[in-house]
């Protein structure tokens, strides 16, 4: 065997001597040699060679794979009395018996191996390197195949082999590009495009649930159960995988020891194959084998076998015995049906596939807690159901519903009345966003039942009479989905459908003096209907109330038991969510003032799902389609014009090391950056914007010592912000000058237009967020300061320690573009530099702040802020967004309370007083500087008027000619308000 090998060693090393096709036959030539052979050819740019030499590695690798797992489960079937979990039941591990089967289950092994890959050398003797072993487990050959065959002009192979490679890696750009690139460039149908290493429980898997949404029930229990059966092999073979080579070290440890951890490590590989084989594409299905039962029962019950309908049953409560659904169910099967308990029996391959999960699950849980824990000889003592119990108590404590905390959703557990089967829940919706889904309310006349009341049609009417809503229509279906969500997990349903949604607003004065009980949906009903209100043969399962307005002392809801006795009061918060199983009893005490709130019913019956929602999301996705432009975008002129506003690109892309990034000068004047540092200085807040604590992925999130600072970043600096919504509720009760906040939004919309006209996109971006933020240096605690202002992130995905950013929660993972446009310099601060980062989070490259110099990237690139250690640095930060379902309301309802300034309606006076708090909450000295800022204004701007008009006089009169002054300052204002048109382009 050695001199075949150093045979193929010289083969390697001279390959022009030989005829290296005949490498591939050779039975020898082992996977991992194989390999490597087409890297090299692949190097070398032989794009056949490359295509013959991993295709056989990749044949070789599963052939080998599979003939190893079959000699595996040959000998275990025929030596092996137990499984591998009993070992750990047995009184005697060291007994004769056992390890004698042992021994005669590895002979068997190694002759099966011999007979079936002769002198081929083992596992241990070849020792693969763990790159090539993870190449394969990873696909990286369907990389590499994938280019060989494109350079080969072979796309439809080219585009299998990438798409086999991006699901098992789709997180991967570039792979996702290149799939672009053949369906769109090259011509690559999607029926051409395969999983090359599809397994065949994936397969038929894929058309059972084709063959169960369109309703044909045969084939689905055809093609669902044989999935199940190709399942369980797979997964066998999956175990019998990982009972190979393991390494114990150059110290060989005690007997029991080896054994003991080798036993460890074949366990943690066993348990993970359930997760590991649950991918049908690109993610993971949850409960992937339960789900097939669940499944089953419905379309055996639909094809009238109800023998079979009620074991899959059985087989599903086996997994998940508290499903409600099914539960009902049983119950339908024993009371209509005649069927009893007895009959509930899970299928024999189930149930030994759960149990045997069960007893991994037991094992590794006890692994962690005790044996790789340093506990005292007390914990021997310690049994599986002492281990069980503590879990289930950590569960109990850990809601699982806290994950939605970090959405800032807060479940509150001690709410008076509000357990078990109910909830409530704070934190779904901002104050902006009950704002916009109050004024699509009152956009519609009052209903004679004394409310206003919009369902999802009569929400698309309005929008398309009136396109500004269509934001207002977005927020509706969002806030739906969030609802739905929530309650979905909290209720512990897998499928959750909408069948209703409706925004409801209770006007006061037409509901008084009603002898009924009042409904969330408008609806009067008698005292004596509310024993009868729950109604079994409803489709609704649950209910959501997701309140829109503030009546924290008024209008409450009431919850009552089966008696009528009151059970809960709950008061109407903005972004409030209840949610109770639609059987509840319920009612509305009373409406004092405007009450408004959307209403959810939610079914299980996909049958009864709104499909009005469907087509609202079509609706919507056909107006976006008419926004994008299918043609090559040119936006030269665009620039031209800037250029001669006195914008101009100073750096670009290949300055900054990166083609998705630029600097530009001169979008704002000095004075207005200075208006705009004075806007700061007047109304900004402490903190504004960010969490305490620091934001996710930016490297301080959740520390400690950074729990009670104001900086979200730093401890060293002090950060006051101004969102632009708050900026022009300043205007609107007159805190500043209105110009002011006129000033912050053009001077935005300037750095939007020019963001998406630089980097020529074919369709508009949007605001997602906008901020004036300025950070200021504590005094006296800048020496030997090392950290960052902010340190290295990106604004859309979570950088890794490996140099990888992943594009997901709890990242802004919606926004694209952003945007710093800057209003003072070093002049006024130390330090304070921006900078883009490599991907080890080093710097790259840095841009000195200055007035009206805009920095423009993808969201996705590195960037942080240099330390501030002086004084106090100010800018405008610009989020943007491709997606209009992120659109940033407060940008929109700042233009409207801007122009609701400018033209005053009958309800201001009253809309002022209500936000009259907001004026009482500046120090008196910003109003002092308002003040004085606002004479200065007057001031200059009547002596600029006078200027101007002696001028205009001279030069007219110089030429002969004699101006009428009240007729041409009215035509100076027409004209303006034409230029104003085609300049200002509005979202």
């Known amino acids: 065997m050695q001199c075949k090998l150093w045979n193929f060693m010289l083969l390697l090393s001279f390959p022009h001597q030989y005829h290296v096709e005949s490498l591939v036959e050779d039975p020898l030539v082992t996977y991992d040699a194989l390999y490597q052979v087409g890297m090299d050819f692949y190097r070398d740019e032989k794009w056949s060679r490359c295509i013959a030499f991993i295709n056989k590695a990749l044949e070789d690798y599963y052939f080998f794979k599979e003939n190893l797992v079959k000699c595996r489960l040959d000998c275990k079937d025929r030596y092996s009395k137990s499984d591998f979990s009993d070992v750990f039941r047995r009184k005697d591990l060291l007994t004769l018996k056992f390890f004698g089967d042992l021994i005669l289950e590895s002979n068997c092994v190694k002759r099966c191996h011999k007979r079936v890959f002769g002198d081929r050398p083992e596992e241990e003797d070849r020792r693969v390197t763990n790159v090539v072993e993870e190449d394969f487990k990873r696909g990286r050959p369907y990389h590499f195949l994938q280019f060989c065959h494109y350079q080969e002009g072979e796309f439809s192979k080219a585009a299998s082999a990438a798409y086999t490679y991006f699901l098992l890696n789709p997180e991967n750009q570039d792979t996702i590009a290149n799939l672009q690139l053949y369906r769109d460039k090259v011509g690559v149908k999607d029926g051409d495009i395969t999983d090359m290493a599809r397994k065949p429980y994936q397969a038929m898997h894929i058309e059972g649930d084709l063959a169960y949404e369109e309703g044909n029930w045969t084939v689905a229990i055809e093609k669902l159960e044989a999935a199940l059966q190709e399942f369980y092999k797979e997964e066998r073979a999956c175990r019998a995988e990982c009972e190979g080579f393991f390494d114990q070290g150059i110290k060989l440890p005690d007997f029991v020891h080896a054994l003991s951890e080798h036993f460890i490590k074949v366990v943690q590989c066993q348990y993970n194959c359930g997760h590991k084989l649950s991918r049908i594409y690109v993610d993971h299905e949850e409960h992937f084998v339960q789900e097939h039962y669940n499944f089953l029962q419905f379309a055996y019950y639909k094809s009238n076998n109800t023998e079979k309908a009620v074991e899959a049953a059985g087989t599903y409560l086996m997994f998940n015995p508290r499903d409600p659904d099914m539960l009902r169910n049983k119950v339908f099967y024993v009371a209509r049906m005649g069927y009893h308990d007895a009959h509930f029996v899970p299928r024999k391959e189930a149930k030994e596939y759960f149990e045997r999960r069960e007893e991994m699950a037991r094992i590794l849980d006890y692994v ?266 040119d936006n030269t002129e665009f620039m031209k014009k800037a250029a001669e506003e006195g914008i101009q690109i100073t750096m670009n892309g290949s300055v900054l090391h990166g083609d998705a990034r630029f600097v530009a000068d001169g979008l704002l004047k000095p004075e207005e950056c200075k208006t705009l540092i004075e806007l700061a200085k007047v109304g900004a807040v402490s903190g504004d914007g960010y969490k305490s604590g620091g934001q996710a992925g930016d490297g301080y999130s959740n520390k400690e010592e950074y729990k009670g600072e104001i900086s979200p970043h730093t401890k060293y600096e002090i950060f006051e912000g101004l969102s632009i919504n708050r900026a022009s509720k300043l205007a609107y009760v007159e805190a500043i000058n209105k110009k002011w906040a006129e000033l912050y939004l053009s001077a935005s919309e300037k750095g939007r237009l020019l963001v998406e006209k630089y980097f020529n996109l074919t369709r508009p971006i949007y605001f997602d967020y906008t901020h004036l933020v300025c950070r200021r240096a504590v005094e006296g605690e800048q020496d030997n300061r090392t950290d960052l202002s902010h340190p290295v992130h990106a604004d859309n995905c979570l950088i890794q320690e490996d140099g990888a950013c992943l594009r997901q929660f709890p990242a802004y993972t919606h926004r694209d573009y952003s945007a710093i446009l800057y209003l003072n310099d070093e002049s006024d601060f130390g330090g304070g530099d921006f900078f883009f980062a490599h991907g080890n989070t080093s710097e790259q490259v840095s841009v000195k702040p200055k007035c009206g110099r805009l920095v423009g990237f993808d969201s996705g690139e590195f960037h942080g802020v240099k330390a501030v250690t002086k004084g106090q640095r100010c800018a405008v930060a610009l989020w943007f967004t491709m997606d209009p379902n992120h659109r940033e309301i407060s940008h929109i309802q700042a233009r409207n309370i801007l122009k609701k300034i400018r033209e005053p309606d009958d309800g201001e006076i009253r809309e002022k007083e209500d936000n009259q708090d907001l004026k009482k909450s500046l120090p008196e000295e910003n109003l002092q500087n308002t003040r004085e800022m606002r004479e200065e204004d007057v001031q200059s701007k009547h002596s600029q008027e006078k200027e101007e008009t002696v001028k205009e006089d001279t030069e007219a009169e110089s030429i002969g000619i004699s101006v009428d002054r009240d007729e041409a300052r009215t035509d100076m204002m027409k004209g303006n308000e034409e230029i104003k048109k085609k300049l200002i382009l509005r979202i």
């Open 368 to 633: 962690k807690t005790v044996y790789r824990a340093n506990y005292t000889q007390d914990a021997d003592v310690v049994d599986f159901k002492e281990i069980d119990n503590q879990k289930k108590s950590t569960k109990a404590n850990d809601h699982y519903m806290k994950v939605y905390e970090k959405m800032g959703i807060k479940l509150d557990q001690d709410y008076k009345g509000i357990k078990g089967r109910r909830f409530l829940a704070d934190g779904f919706l901002r104050e902006e966003h009950c704002t916009e889904l109050v004024q699509l309310a009152n956009a519609v006349q009052n209903g004679k039942d004394g409310c206003k009341s919009l369902d999802v049609p009569a929400v698309i009417q309005l929008v398309k009479k009136n396109e500004d809503l269509e934001i207002s229509l977005r927020l509706f279906l969002k806030t739906c989905e969030m609802a739905r969500h929530y309650t979905a997990r909290y209720f512990n349903e897998t499928s959750l459908f909408v069948s209703n949604a409706r925004l409801t607003c209770f006007i006061p004065e037409e509901m008084r003096d009603r002898d009924c009980m009042l409904q969330e949906t408008g609806e009067c009903i008698g005292i004596k209907q509310v024993s009868t209100q729950a109604d079994d043969s409803s489709n609704t399962k649950y209910r959501s109330v997701m309140y829109l307005t503030e009546n924290e002392e008024t209008d409450a809801m009431v919850l009552t038991d089966i008696f009528k006795e009151e059970e809960a009061v709950v008061y109407p918060a903005c972004g409030r969510l209840v949610g109770f199983p639609a059987s509840d009893r319920h009612y509305l005490d009373s409406v004092l003032k405007q009450r408004c709130e959307l209403v959810l019913n939610f079914t299980t019956d996909r049958k009864h799902e709104d499909s009005d929602h469907r087509k609202a999301i079509t609706f919507l996705n056909e107006m976006d389609e008419s926004r994008i432009s299918h043609k090559e975008v």
